[in-house]
Nanobody, 124 residues
Framework: QVHLVESGGGLVRAGGSLRLSCADS????????AAWYRQAPGRQRELAAA???????SYSESVKGRFTISRDNAKSTVYLQMNSLKPEDTAVYYC??????????????????WGQGTQVTVSS
C-alpha cells in the first residue's frame, strides 16, 4: 500500500512562502491525479488545489493566483508552492492521490491514499 507523507509545513509571517511536498519513499508507485486539501480549526476540510494525470490544474478561489500545484512523475511527488501567504491560510494541509503501486508480490494495484497532514501557520 502507499502511505503518503507531507512535509514542508511550518510557521511563516504573512506575505511569506512555503513549499509542501507529498511522497512515499518506501513504495514503487505512480500517481494518476492528486490534490491538496486543508482544514482550519472548527471548519470543514476544503479542496485547495488539484492536478490531473494530464497536468491540468484547478484551484479554489481563495488560493488562486497565490498557490501552485505541480508534480514530478519521476519522483512520484506532488508539490504545493504557496506564496503571499495570509493568516487565513492557517490550516492543516493534506495530500490526496490515486494511482497504481507495485506490491511485494510484484502485482500492480490501484490505490487511493491520504497523508497524515502538515501544519501551516501564518502569523500576521
Amino acid at each position: 500500500q502507499v502511505h503518503l507523507v507531507e512535509s514542508g509545513g511550518g510557521l511563516v509571517r504573512a506575505g511569506g512562502s512555503l513549499r509542501l511536498s507529498c511522497a512515499d519513499s518506501g513504495s514503487l508507485f505512480s500517481i494518476n491525479a492528486a490534490a491538496w486539501y486543508r482544514q482550519a480549526p472548527g471548519r470543514q476540510r476544503e479542496l485547495a488545489a488539484a492536478i490531473t494525470s494530464g497536468g491540468d490544474t484547478s484551484y479554489s478561489e481563495s488560493v488562486k493566483g497565490r498557490f501552485t500545484i505541480s508534480r514530478d512523475n519521476a519522483k512520484s511527488t506532488v508539490y504545493l508552492q504557496m506564496n503571499s501567504l495570509k493568516p487565513e491560510d492557517t490550516a492543516v494541509y493534506y495530500c490526496n492521490a490515486d494511482g497504481r503501486y507495485r506490491g511485494d508480490d510484484w502485482i500492480w494495484r490501484d490505490f487511493v491514499s491520504w497523508g497524515q497532514g502538515t501544519q501551516v501557520t501564518v502569523s500576521s
